[in-house]
């Protein structure tokens, strides 16, 4: 990790002082779908076309794909080289590992496509939520939470860390 | 260790061994508290770095995701160990994530990842949060109290006083046993040593009770003993068998003394008788022969004065003592009466000083003070004044008086005054001063009869002085002395 990453990830984390803003609801964002690369196994067959990267697509959000660049542009995940992807098409989506989907772009995504693949699907709101999306930001007090959908994940064979579960909502229905 | 020597063995080896205890206790109980202490502080590092380590995973999820109430939840799962009183998520910038704090307990310092930082009463350890890709994300605070360590040492120590009291009592109580069993045959032979010292019977035996050094020293002290029994009997015998033969002698000699002088007194008399017929019916007899013939007789007369000095020596020696308390003073004035039958002389001044009474045979103490006084009378009488002084002196620590008989005579040579006292001794020949040689030989054997010593001082033509006592406690100087009379 570079040292300006660092610095810069070390800001995002730390607490709000008088002289530093609090980090922005879409850099928190960022941060977390960096961080998924962290705690939820793909199976290895999902690299078989890009071995050395591991690709974070953004559809519909330009300032959650530009803090993602700004923050963890260049950094590796599992060994992998984290690539920021901006989705625009169907077919795009199902090339990445982790695919945010904006708040009214559900319709757009091809849910039918990606159910069965090894994409984790995060958004936010009901509607990601019914269309079958895994991973949902939960406004929470002041902050972000998370609510898995924890069985839509394993049915997409993605093994998500107990470590994350705990601090998230677990949802094991369908 | 100060243990006084003059206590008994029993005492000595019941404190050494007391002391060596609890010196032992004492010193182990020091070294395992203070290993103990230092056991319990690593241990209580390590297992902050085992919590912290263990509480990390979870807690990087908690930073990773800003989820503070999880984390804190995490942190309050610490409860459950009364030691740990405070824990913190500090993220890099240094502000605090989560935050567990027991009541009373102040925030916790910033430290370094991997410092610790242990005080008098607590330990405070930081480690890094890292997240799943090993990167560190925050850090973890735990600051646990060393109250329990102290706890610990204290139940401790407890402990060890108590296993001192226990082991000073058994080790009284061995110690007890062990100092008996050893001083026991120790004090049975000092007992056994007094004993032989106190009758001097040389047939008791020390008991050999054991196979140890002490036994071995009894067994010396019995061989020493059969050797010095046997070695007194002998010398018994010894001593019997001596005694019988000085005894024999002495009566042989008295024997002979009194045959001597008896038996030659006949053929003496025979001469004497014959001689005297002779100077008193020879018609034709020369001046010259009447010489020879008086020369004769006086020769005769000196052999019966020998012949009864020899019989009166013999006497002194074999009669028994007759004891009494003397006036002193008395005897030698009558002494002095007897051999100035004619009363005072104008050329001769005895002077008899007051003296002190003794215990002793009258008849032989006036014969000491005979032979003395007349002594000096003979050996002063070519002086114009003879001066002679009977008086008696106070050796200093001594109650017995010395007595002294001094003249202003001829003297003689101190440098032979050791065989003035034997029998037919004389330093001066009868032309100058008629005698037998024989007076001064009874005088000292009848003072050593009597337990006291006779010396003389004197040097050529300065007079002689005489002392003599008669009890065997007095200090008397060296019998030839140089000094001139005073």
Known sequence: MSRFRVVLLAILLSAPTSAQLPPSSDELKAVFLYHFGQYITWPNDVYSHTPDSFVIGVWGSHGVERALVGAVQGERVRGRKVVIRRIVERLEALQCQVLYLAPGIEDEAPWAEISDLPILTVGEGDEFELRGGMVCFVPLRNRIGLRIWQSRAAKANLVINSQLLRIAEVRNLP | ?486
């Open chain 2, 1 to 486: 260790m100060n243990v006084p020597f003059n206590s008994s063995i029993e005492a000595r080896l019941r404190t050494v061994i007391v002391r060596a205890c609890l010196t032992v206790i004492c010193v182990t109980g020091l070294s395992l508290m203070v290993v103990e202490c230092v056991i319990l502080r690593h241990h209580a590092l390590q297992s902050l770095q085992v919590r912290a380590r263990i509480l990390s995973s979870g807690l990087a999820a908690s930073v990773m995701f800003e989820n503070p109430e999880d984390a804190t939840s995490l942190l309050h799962t610490l409860r459950g160990d009364p030691n740990t009183v405070a824990a913190a998520v500090i993220l890099p910038g240094g502000s605090v994530f989560a935050e567990y704090l027991t009541p009373g307990q102040a925030p916790l310092p910033a430290l370094s990842i991997g410092e610790h930082r242990i005080t008098v009463s607590d330990l405070v350890h930081s480690s890094a949060i890292l997240s799943p890709e090993g990167r560190p994300v925050g850090a973890l605070v735990i600051k646990m109290s060393l109250g329990f360590v102290y706890q610990r040492l204290l139940y401790f120590s407890s402990i060890t006083v108590l296993i001192m009291v226990c082991t000073a009592v058994l080790a009284l109580f061995i110690s007890h046993r062990i100092g008996r069993r050893i001083s026991q045959p120790i004090l049975a032979l000092a007992a056994t040593a007094n004993r032989v010292q106190t009758t001097r019977d040389f047939s008791l035996r020390a008991e050999v009770s054991s196979r140890d050094e002490v036994g071995m020293l009894a067994e010396s002290f019995n061989s020493m003993l059969a050797l010095l029994q046997q070695h007194s009997v002998h010398l018994e015998e010894k001593v019997q068998e001596r005694t019988v033969q000085l005894v024999r002698a002495c009566q042989e000699l008295e024997a002979f003394s009194y045959s001597v002088s008896h038996d030659l007194r006949a053929p003496v008399r025979t001469i004497s008788g014959f001689t005297q017929i002779l100077l008193d019916e020879a018609k034709e007899m020369t001046p010259e022969h009447a010489a020879y013939l008086g020369r004769i007789m006086s020769g005769v007369e000196r052999m019966n004065s020998l012949m009864d000095a020899l019989l009166d020596f013999s006497r002194v020696t074999n009669c028994a003592l007759d004891t009494h308390l003397i006036d002193m003073t008395s005897l030698a004035k009558d002494v002095v009466a007897e051999l100035l039958p004619d009363g005072p002389q104008p050329n001769i001044h005895i002077s008899v000083h007051k003296m002190q009474p003794c215990r002793g045979d009258p008849m032989l103490v006036r014969q000491v003070f005979a032979n003395l006084i007349g002594n000096a009378l003979k050996y002063s009488r070519k002086r114009e004044v003879a001066v002679i002084s009977v008086y008696d002196e106070r050796v200093p620590g001594c109650d017995a008086p010395t007595y002294v008989v001094r003249d202003n005579g001829a003297g003689f040579d101190a440098v032979r005054a050791t065989r003035l006292f034997e029998v037919f001794e004389r330093f001066h020949s009868p032309a100058e001063f008629e005698g037998t040689g024989v007076g001064l030989a009874i005088t000292k054997r009848i003072v050593e009869r009597h337990g006291g010593k006779i010396w003389a001082r004197s040097s050529p033509d300065q007079g002689a002085s005489f002392y003599f006592t008669l009890t065997a406690d007095v200090r008397t100087p060296e019998m030839s002395v140089t000094s001139p009379m005073p």
